[in-house]
């Protein structure tokens, strides 16, 4: 399984990016999808999941800001992300989980938030 993210990019605080994934190869099928982020000094940490049930979960510090959303006819997650702060600065991550108990990192695309 490959993934390919991207949307991100250089926004001043106050503005919005979507970012977006896709996962691509044979004899797959996904169960959770999600996105996670690691800040400069940091450790990975969660932004949002959506199960293949539907059910999401967020990072307190994005609720209300960022939603997460799915296409499973195109095996793509979605990231809306609005009023961005500084403190959202990081390469953000797409996570793929399988059915058989598989996960799949995408390389991760920059997000930069200017004060």
């Known amino acids: 399984v490959q993934l390919q993210a991207s949307g991100g990019g250089l926004v001043q605080a106050g503005g919005s990016l979507k970012l977006s994934c896709t996962a691509s190869?044979?004899?797959?099928?996904?169960?959770?999808m999600g996105w996670y982020r690691q800040a400069p000094g940091k450790q990975r940490e969660l932004v949002a999941t959506?199960?293949?049930?539907?059910?999401?979960n967020y990072a307190d510090s994005v609720m209300g800001r960022f939603t997460i959303s799915r296409d499973n006819a195109k095996n793509t997650v979605y990231l809306q992300m609005n009023s961005l702060k500084p403190e959202d600065t990081a390469v953000y991550y797409c996570?793929?989980?399988?059915?058989?108990?598989?996960?799949?990192w995408g390389k991760g695309t920059l997000v930069t938030v200017s004060s």
């Open positions: 996570l793929i989980a399988t059915m058989n108990g598989m996960d799949y």
């Open positions: 190869g044979r004899h797959f099928s996904i169960n959770t």
């Open positions: 959506m199960s293949s049930g539907g059910y999401t």
